[in-house]
């Protein structure tokens, strides 16, 4: 069984940063090979795929292209999405996800079979 805890949200300025760390504990056998991402859901919205990681590489959804980064730490079991440049829309509950083999879209919830509790990312004008 695998466990993911996010960590890293609170509240931030626009134009500010903010880094989420993901970690993973239990049965983490291949993290390496895992492919994961990151979502966010704000009150009212469907749960969004903004950025995901795997062997062959990373994406981003349009709206944060160029402002967040996401990588892993293979050594240390850890996810992360580094936030730039932060707009009061980027307000939402961030949660990561994962799965050992991927075998439908990168940015599609229903890929994902492991999933944190969420964190908080509030960003103020």
């Known amino acids: 069984q695998v466990h993911l805890v996010e960590s890293g949200g609170g509240s931030a300025q626009a134009g500010g940063s903010l880094r989420l760390s993901c970690a993973a504990s239990g049965d983490t056998y291949r993290f390496s090979a895992w492919s994961m991402a990151w979502f966010r859901q704000a009150p009212g919205k469907e749960r969004e795929g903004v950025a995901y990681?795997?062997?062959?590489?990373?994406g981003y959804e349009d709206s944060v292209q160029g402002r967040f980064t996401i990588s892993k730490d293979n050594a240390k079991n850890i996810l992360y999405l580094q936030m730039n440049s932060l707009k009061p829309e980027d307000t939402a509950v961030y949660l990561c996800a994962a799965v050992r083999i991927r075998d439908s879209g990168p940015l599609y919830a229903g890929t994902y079979s492991t999933w944190g509790q969420g964190i908080q990312v509030t960003v103020s004008s």
């Open positions: 990681i795997s062997r062959t590489g990373t």
